[in-house]
């Protein structure tokens, strides 16, 4: 679970990198396409008669417009991208919560034993109270065992929290 976590945050980094990347290149393009329009304007110029111009205007306006379409095609992209990476952190974010919140309603009517146990989820694994893992970190959420489980957290190796025993099962299978 750690190990895919991490991939999951080298995949988060990459499409940072390329979102930055992307919107480098539309700007670029957009910078060009105003280059080449300017250029073309500036060759037309030089020439008096008006049917001499219309080659520089329309080869020049022609390139200057489609690299400026590609940039602002690539701005899209790049805050698209960007804006979909914030969305399913936040879509994670609440669905973690939810799910809690779920748990927790539903957990003292339904779950029993080992599973209601009250547990404090940290970022990749849970805890009892008072682990020494814990100190400086006073508001982790408190979950059940069978939350934690749910979430893919791992019990600490330190305080050793009580487990579900199929979790345990599946771990060993794997
Ligand atoms: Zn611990």
Known sequence: MKKMRAMWQTFRSDVDR???T????GL???AGGFVVIAKAWDGASNHVRVDSQFPYLLSGGFMGVGLIVTGCMLLVLASMRSERQAQSKQFDDMATLLS???GRMSSPAGATGTEAIQVLAGGD???VAGCRVLEGKPDLPAITVRQAAAEGLAPCRSCDP???AEVTEQNSSN
């Open 100 to 102: 809690r919140t779920l």
């Open 18 to 20: 390329r979102v930055r």
């Open 28 to 30: 670029l393009f957009l």
């Open 162 to 164: 009580p487990r579900l």
């Open 22 to 25: 992307t919107r480098m290149l």
């Open 125 to 127: 694994t849970y805890h």
